[in-house]
């Protein structure tokens, strides 16, 4: 499972990076626990919330649940700082935050991309670990240039 969550983020971030014009992603990546093995509610919530961020969040490139028993890996893709601090904005003292709190228990939290400030003070109070690119490359984003900026 680490070696796919490594793959999606090494191949999702890297894809942004195209030499012609710049996407700069942010990534959350998040591990989960289900509350009290409510799995059945967690999913129904997993399809409400989804369909809220995808019709809110036009920003959002990437947002998707992967459950495997009581465990959940939530994977979030931005087009940068200020969609992100957007996502965490809407959610932030709202029912979906309370529900999913009563759902999930977060076992790890990664960031990735280059944060800004005010995205890690949004973020305050949530067990997040912030990890800056250095480095890599994108053949798919060599390919695609233009196509993927326009997502």
């Given amino acids: 499972m680490k070696y796919l969550i490594i793959l999606l983020a090494t191949f999702s971030f890297n894809i942004f990076s195209a030499d012609t014009k710049k996407l700069d992603p942010i990534i959350f990546m998040l591990d989960l626990s289900i509350v009290d093995s409510q799995n ?8 409400e919330i ?14 998707q649940y992967y459950f495997d028993s ?4 939530l994977y979030e893709v931005y087009k940068g700082n200020d969609a992100a601090i957007k996502h965490v904005k809407d959610f932030r003292g709202s029912e979906w935050e309370k529900r999913f709190g009563s759902l999930f228990v977060i076992d790890n939290f990664s960031v990735l991309g280059n944060y800004s400030n005010a995205l890690k003070k949004s973020l305050e109070g949530y067990p997040a ?3 800056g690119i250095e480095g890599g490359f994108s053949r798919p984003a060599e390919s695609l240039g233009e196509e993927i900026y326009e997502l």
């Fill in 50 to 63: 989804t369909n809220k961020v995808k019709a809110n969040e036009p920003d959002t490139i990437i947002y």
């Fill in 129 to 131: 670990s912030f990890r």
């Fill in 70 to 73: 009581d465990k959940v890996f």
């Fill in 40 to 47: 059945e509610e967690a999913k129904k919530f997993t399809y």
